[in-house]
């Protein structure tokens, strides 16, 4: 256990925290969703999406092989409901203290801005981070509804910390979020429909990047026929084999950090939590 968390379940297949190895994966949750500005519960991601995670084989038929990673999960951190800053801020010290394990932080969500708490602590880590972003939104507000801290900044924070970003799957944003975009050098935007006529253009470009990458899925990047319950549902995205291909290319590459976010339901067995538990299970699944 980490400091400043608790446990209510655990990822199917993960090691019991006795013998940490190093260089694996430690999950945490962060059921908070105090920033919602639509479809609320959130908060509930963690524990439906670890309940989900049960219903998958060891053997992941999908690339024929067996989940054999090792990976521990530490439970969910103590969010401070209500309080978006002081939440990131926790997020920040509990992947501080994975890194001082020399673990790498796997974060489900909870809403999107449980990022930025994890890309700051990474950014200072490493000097020339990439983040990629997979989300139906850019989420490079500057404030929204006057919040600096809230969901739909998320990659507006992570910008000014300096990393590059790479985001896929867009097909929502303000006309300000297109200026930004425009007057800067390190944003690189692969559209939603790009992702269904380029996909090959889209992993050059992935396996071409160097330097440690941090992966961020905002379940809203897949379409809501598959993935419907996330906090801002948004027509015409991903399917499921796209987001296998990207897992196969990141994999190959220097992940630092994962997080799945913006699963919100309290029902069991809910087809969002299933598709958020695949994602986090096949990237597992891959790296090893
Ligand atoms: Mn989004």
Same mark, same amino acid.
């Given at each position: 256990?980490? $400091?400043?968390?608790?446990? %209510? ?10 013998? @940490?190895?190093? &260089? ?6 962060? %059921? ?9 519960? !959130?908060?509930?991601? %963690?524990?439906?999406? /670890? ?6 084989? =060891? ?35 509990? *992947? ?5 394990? &020399?673990?790498? %932080?796997?974060? @489900? ?10 890309? =700051? ?14 989300? !139906?939104? /850019? ?18 924070? !992570?910008?000014?910390?300096?990393? &590059? ?43 071409? @990047? ?6 961020? *899925? ?13 906090? &801002?549902?948004?027509?015409?995205? $991903? ?27 309290? /029902? ?7 598709? !958020? ?8 699944? $891959?790296?090893?």
């Amino acid at each position: 256990m980490l $400091l400043n968390t608790y446990e %209510p379940w655990k990822f199917a297949f993960s090691q019991e925290i006795e013998d @940490i190895t190093e &260089n694996s994966f430690g999950i945490i949750g962060v %059921p908070f969703d105090s920033t919602t500005s639509y479809h609320s519960g !959130a908060r509930l991601g %963690p524990i439906v999406v /670890r309940e989900a995670s049960f219903g998958f084989e =060891k053997f992941n038929t999908v690339f024929n092989k067996d989940l054999t990673a090792t990976f521990y999960d530490f439970g969910d951190v103590n969010v401070i409901p209500g309080n978006c800053e002081g939440t990131c801020n926790i997020i920040e010290d509990t *992947v501080n203290e994975l890194l001082d394990l &020399n673990l790498k %932080p796997l974060i @489900i969500g909870g809403e999107h801005s449980a990022s930025i708490g994890a890309i =700051k602590a990474l950014s200072e880590k490493y000097d020339k981070l990439t983040v990629i972003h997979l989300d !139906a939104h /850019r989420d490079l507000a500057f404030d929204f509804i006057g919040e600096k801290y809230s969901h739909a900044t998320v990659m507006r924070r !992570a910008h000014e910390m300096g990393v &590059n970003l790479v985001q896929i799957g867009i097909r929502s944003s303000s006309s300000d979020e297109e200026e930004f975009v425009k007057s800067t050098y390190n944003i690189q935007t692969f559209k939603n429909k790009d992702t269904h006529k380029h996909m090959d253009a889209i992993e050059y470009y992935l396996t071409n @990047i160097d330097g440690p990458i941090y992966i961020s *899925v905002d379940m809203d990047v897949i379409d809501p026929s598959l993935a419907p319950h996330v906090g &801002n549902p948004t027509p015409g995205g $991903l399917f499921i084999s796209e987001i296998e291909n990207l897992l196969v290319t990141l994999s190959r590459k220097n992940v630092v950090g994962f997080d799945v976010v913006e699963t919100a339901t309290d /029902r069991l067995g809910d087809n969002t939590a299933v598709v !958020a538990a695949k994602i986090i299970y096949d990237f597992l699944t $891959l790296i090893e």
